[in-house]
């Protein structure tokens, strides 16, 4: 933001026009980025002190259960913006600003504008969609509005002193909070440099929180307090190297505060302000909420639940997140998880989640974990980041807030197993899950047939959705009992079920030997991917010469196309993180 100064004086003259004695509220959302529940001290939190937030939840309702979908920003503010899925619309890898049918997808904002309100936006843009303008979202006929006199307001206060940027290093003179008082997480080992990162994180968030304190206090000062529903949330979890990016609960698990003016008492999601929430809410409800608590439209293909108001509905049982690549990472997850039970599913586990991250090892405590680890001086919990991955993972994240006890094969948890597996699946088909085929993939598809990867995978001919779930559950199974199964998929004509064919026998490791004559034709096949996998099993297999030189030549093939390059490095880098 090159112009805060300007912008604050800008925001505070929208507040400072008398609201209307209407019967829909203003809405004043107050979003602080990357930090988790962790870092909030009415949530428990062990080192920051966010007192101002925390007085917010006296005053208001706070919620104990809500859940951000893609546990990283672009992918989560395409969420937002749309009220859809990113991985229904195509959006959800990083920084991928791939195109959606914007006349069948309608932003929220157009429609609280049509709706009366004047709306703005204190810096929450970076949509991850191609099309549109992310500021023009904001704008009339290419400018900010005035509000008008009576106009009841929308507004968004976006905080980022609490982004990830601020955990780099600083001189340890401008750190206030003392590392050695810093409780950290299981699974980070105690080295001086990740104390450090967790002493410069607390100070960054405790910033924020008084800038939440100064927002709420120029609200009052402008007399618009009463006549104003005050949402606070994160923009998703984090900081710290295992949370932001990741769907473990320090990833997704965040803050939601909403408070209330008493002459809206029917909207009250509780009995009395100062009292905790239950319900399940997930970021891709926050949408239509807004539009249902201004009386605007609400679009039939909006995705979420509302869950505050006179048009609330039925709270969900479940929330489904997910990742994929996040800036040079490749990866694909999905997670299903109720209040208790977490349920993830590693589609690409040969990669472990401690991929080198450029961005991500700019803490200082990302790249001392990597050195002790190196080293060989991490412990099972401490170690397990930079490792390779089961296929699923199962948390009770109440006694394991941590998610670092796996209870996949306890067969005490066997019927919520199957219960959060089967209700992914079905969410999975019900959103046309657009990632069962690898990012470039799907692109390829998409673009053949003149359409955009929202379009592609609605139509079941170009995407069969459940061939692809069923055929990846095999090959993640890394069960020896399906090699015959998988090298006749190798002759399929779907390169998609010929890629995921070709994961199995990788993952099938040493078990794979039957099929070796299988996988050296593959080294050919049309499909880069397919290749690419085929080479990386031989490679395993000991036929390292033949893999180096398809892989070559792969590389050599995509000189020419700089994104297919770069994807090609992701994809080295999932297989061979150190390589």
């Known amino acids: 933001m090159k112009h805060p100064a300007l912008l604050s004086t800008?925001?505070?003259?929208?507040?400072s026009l008398s609201s209307p004695a209407a019967d829909r509220p203003n809405i004043l959302w107050i979003t602080s980025e990357d930090n988790s529940i962790s870092w909030v001290s009415c949530y428990g939190s062990k080192n920051a002190k966010t007192p101002n937030i925390d007085r917010l939840a006296g005053e208001g309702f706070r919620y104990l259960h809500c859940f951000d979908n893609a546990a990283v920003c672009a992918p989560t503010r395409s969420t937002w913006i749309t009220g859809h899925y990113a991985i229904s619309i195509g959006t959800q890898p990083m920084r991928s600003r791939y195109q959606i049918p914007h006349d069948k997808i309608p932003y929220y904002p157009d429609l609280l504008r049509q709706a009366g309100y004047h709306v703005a936006?204190?810096?929450?843009?970076?949509y991850n969609i191609g099309g549109r303008d992310d500021k023009a979202v904001w704008k009339v006929n290419g400018k900010f509005p005035k509000r008008k006199p009576g106009q009841n307001f929308f507004q968004i206060r976006n905080i980022g002193d609490s982004h990830e940027s601020r955990a780099f290093p600083k001189k340890a003179g401008d750190v206030k909070s003392d590392p050695a008082k810093m409780i950290l997480h299981s699974y980070h080992p105690d080295l001086?440099?990740?104390?450090m990162t967790y002493a410069t994180y607390t100070d960054a968030v405790q910033r924020m929180d008084a800038k939440v304190g100064e927002i709420l206090q120029q609200l009052k000062e402008n007399g618009n307090a009463e006549n104003t529903i005050v949402v606070y949330c994160s923009d998703h979890g984090g900081v710290l190297p295992r949370s932001k990016r990741f769907l473990y609960s320090s990833g997704t698990h965040c803050p939601l505060i909403v408070r209330i003016p008493e002459k809206w008492k029917h909207f009250w999601p509780a009995q009395k302000p100062g009292m905790t929430v239950d319900r399940i809410v997930s970021f891709v409800d926050m949408p239509k909420t807004f539009l249902s608590l201004a009386g605007a439209r609400v679009p039939k293909g909006y995705q979420g639940k509302i869950f505050l108001g006179d048009g609330i509905e039925k709270a969900p049982n479940y929330h489904l997140s997910f990742r994929e690549r996040a800036d040079e990472c490749a990866d694909t997850v999905r997670g299903m998880r109720d209040a208790r039970y977490a349920y993830i599913k590693n589609y690409m586990p040969w990669a472990p989640n401690g991929q080198r991250l450029?961005?991500?090892?700019?803490?200082?405590?990302?790249?001392?974990w990597e050195k002790h680890y190196q080293a060989g001086k991490c412990n099972a919990i401490t170690g397990r980041f930079f490792k390779p991955r089961p296929s699923a993972e199962f948390y009770d994240t109440v006694s394991d807030f941590d998610n670092v006890n796996n209870l996949i094969d306890d067969p005490q948890h066997k019927a919520k197993i199957a219960e959060l597996k089967q209700a992914m699946r079905k969410k999975q088909l019900e959103l046309f899950d657009s990632g069962l085929?690898?990012?470039?993939?799907?692109?390829r598809r998409a673009e053949a047939n003149g359409m955009t990867i929202?379009?592609?995978?609605?139509?079941?001919?170009?995407?069969?959705l459940e061939k692809y779930l069923d055929f990846s559950d095999i090959a993640l199974?890394?069960?020896p009992a399906n090699l015959n199964q998988l090298v006749r998929a190798m002759k399929d004509p779907d390169e998609g079920i010929r890629y995921w064919a070709t994961c199995g026998l990788f993952l099938l490791e040493d078990k794979a030997k039957p099929a070796v004559k299988t996988l050296e034709a593959a080294l050919n096949d049309k499909c880069s991917e397919v290749q690419m996998m085929a080479a990386w099993a031989m490679h395993r297999l000991g036929f390292e010469k033949k893999a180096e030189s398809t892989l070559a030549e792969v590389k050599n093939a995509a000189k020419k196309d700089k994104p297919f390059l770069e994807s090609i490095h992701r994809w080295m880098n999932a297989v061979h993180p150190s390589g």
Not at 192 to 195: A, G, H, N, T
Not at 358 to 368: E, L, R
Not at 458 to 464: A, F, I, S
């Open 121 to 126: 936006n204190g810096g929450k843009t970076d």
């Open 437 to 443: 085929l690898p990012e470039n993939m799907r692109l």
């Open 10 to 15: 800008l925001l505070l003259a929208v507040w």
């Open 477 to 479: 199974s890394r069960d």
């Open 454 to 464: 929202y379009e592609m995978v609605r139509d079941p001919k170009l995407y069969p």
């Open 358 to 368: 450029d961005y991500m090892w700019k803490m200082a405590g990302a790249g001392a």
């Open 192 to 195: 001086p440099e990740m104390r």
